[in-house]
């Protein structure tokens, strides 16, 4: 059977590549190796499904450190905006939550799924499930896809959209990485973002605060110099192996590439209460203490922190249970003032890539021309999502970045394909 184009990879991008390739006419095919579509939207957003992100452009790109800038050409012709559109179009009305993020009114990535699933059905695009590829073979006319059951299917132009190497549950092991170094691509250094950090400091080690929630504070990746290379305000959580939440996957990157640096541990910064400066935080808690010279400065700190980091340091400060204020020096004061706005910490890496939110690294961007994501190596061959060098935060961007990079994909696969016939 010959089509016009075949989508490999039925994740964001691929089925966005084969609604766009269909939409322009073009005989299209869809193989995912999995049993299920979609599996990567399935779960996104904590299974709400967090289809993109309302913010500006500029903003958006931002949001994606990893060659987010090489989007900008793609964002003129479909951008986050237009993804908006698209979903209502289709029945599918979202909500704007914090930062941005819109979600579908019904709350279920299901919903979202299955919409672009009855797209697919009415453009009439062949999906076959549970269908492994395990080869393409270029051709100066067409390519050839080889699947792993023998079969040969040709088609005028192909897209991969396999993904990346994060999550590999949903089917992302990176298997496309091999096609595209068949094709003259280069795969740069595939390393774990939007991942946990891990650290062998005593108090992780002891479990001292495994378990510890943290909101809105501020936290930054050091450089040799202990200046901020990245700093987010957000939250975190301490865990039995090193520290997590949202704030520590938008700073593991940076962690990461630190590491690749050659650096064995990498210095953080916790800026517990980022809305008070010190000098604010010392009048305020001085003010208490001269009012309550009697009372324990447990006590009167008590519900400015979580009283498991409050106890952490103190103890660290030596500041005894029924210590009183009037008992408490200047100079205590102000180390405890420090411990709040400028905890600092090691960490020596992250979990591993299989247990990322994202992958870093990929194919390289530096080989796909932008405004239509077509190989610069090789004629009607397209790549689009996370298999390539793009990675974004959390909170929309990545999904973003898949649906317009696989829009584009589809699209250029099927005037590529008619030009070829």
Known sequence: MDYDVIVIGAGPSGLMASIGAAE????????????????????????????????????????????????????????NYDIIDFFEGMGVHLKEEDHGRMFPVSNSAKSVVQALLNRLKELHVVMRLQTPVKAIDYGNERHLVLLENGEKISAGAVVVAVGGKAVPYTGSTGDGYAWAKKAGHT??????????LTSDEPFIENKTLQGLSLRDIALSVLDEK??????????????????????????????????????????????????????QLY?????????????????????????????????KLEIGEEQRCANI????????????????????????????????????IKEIVPSTMSSKRMDRLFFCGEI??????????????????????????????????
């Open 283 to 315: 009048d305020e808690i001085f003010s208490l203490l001269v009012k309550n010279p009697k009372k324990s400065f447990k006590n009167v700190t008590k519900g400015i922190v979580p009283e498991r980091l409050l106890q952490f340091i103190l103890s």
């Open 226 to 279: 202990e200046k901020p290379i990245i700093t987010h305000q957000m939250d975190m959580i301490f865990t039995h192996f090193g520290i997590s939440g949202p704030a520590v996957l938008r700073c593991s990157q940076f962690v990461v590439k630190e590491r690749m640096k050659g650096k064995d541990k990498v210095k953080m910064h916790l800026d517990v209460l980022p809305e008070k400066n010190s000098q």
């Open 329 to 364: 020096s200047k100079e205590k004061l102000s180390a405890f003032i420090d411990s709040l706005k400028h905890m600092t910490f090691y960490v020596n890496g992250s979990l591993p890539l299989a247990k990322a939110f994202v992958t870093g690294g990929g194919v390289s």
């Open 24 to 79: 322009y006419g073009a005989k299209t095919l869809l193989l995912e190796k999995g049993k299920k579509p979609g599996n990567k939207l399935a779960i996104s957003g904590g299974g709400r499904c967090n289809v993109t992100n309302r913010l500006p452009q500029d903003e958006v790109i931002r949001h994606i450190p990893g060659n987010g800038k090489f989007l900008y050409s793609a964002f003129s012709i479909f951008n």
């Open 388 to 421: 390539l060098d793009i990675h974004g935060y959390t909170g929309g961007y990545n999904i973003t970045s898949a649906l317009v990079t696989g829009r584009l994909a589809g699209m250029n696969a099927a005037f590529t394909s008619f030009a070829a016939r």
């Open 187 to 196: 795969i740069t250094q595939l390393y774990p973002t939007e991942v946990a």
